[in-house]
């Protein structure tokens, strides 16, 4: 075999790689992209939990929110919730960042309303205090 016959086989090789890309590499792209039919995206956590309560005890001062969180129907999980305090239900641009208190919820069953505390700070005692939801995340159990 001489060198022309080994360049030519070099050039089928390659082209006959360049044919699988190009039919392959779309349909790969198109089941990569579709994902599971009719899945709809998840929705944000933030929509499971809400602030039920705030009050100030009066013993300490501070300020506690009321949180619930209703399970998702997809299966068990946590829920880490980020609660904020304010003296008003607006944002302030000029005010510095209002405090913030972590709850954490394990195990939600699905369809499951589960209810903790927040613990905010020590609240003026001239003012109202408004509790919110800032943020909230839900991990799957595994």
């Known amino acids: 075999m001489g060198v022309s016959a080994l360049k030519w086989q070099g050039w089928v090789v390659g082209l006959t790689a360049l044919a699988g890309l190009l039919v392959f590499a779309p349909l790969g792209l198109y089941v990569w992209a579709s994902g599971e039919p009719g899945a709809a995206p998840p929705r944000p956590a933030v929509q499971d939990v809400r602030v039920t309560g705030c009050r100030i005890d009066p013993g300490s001062r501070r300020v506690v929110a009321a949180v619930e969180v209703s399970g ?3 299966g068990i999980g946590g829920y880490l919730v980020t609660v904020e305090f304010r003296e ?6 000029a ?4 405090p913030q208190a ?3 919820l394990p ?3 699905p369809d499951a309303t589960e209810h903790a505390e927040a613990l905010g700070p020590v609240w003026p005692a001239s003012t109202v205090p ?12 595994r």
């Open 72 to 74: 998702r129907p997809e």
């Open 88 to 93: 008003r239900a607006t944002v302030d641009p």
């Open 95 to 98: 005010a510095a960042r209002a």
């Open 102 to 104: 972590l709850v954490k």
């Open 107 to 109: 195990n939600v069953a």
């Open 130 to 141: 408004w509790c919110g939801v800032a943020a909230a995340e839900f991990t799957a159990a």
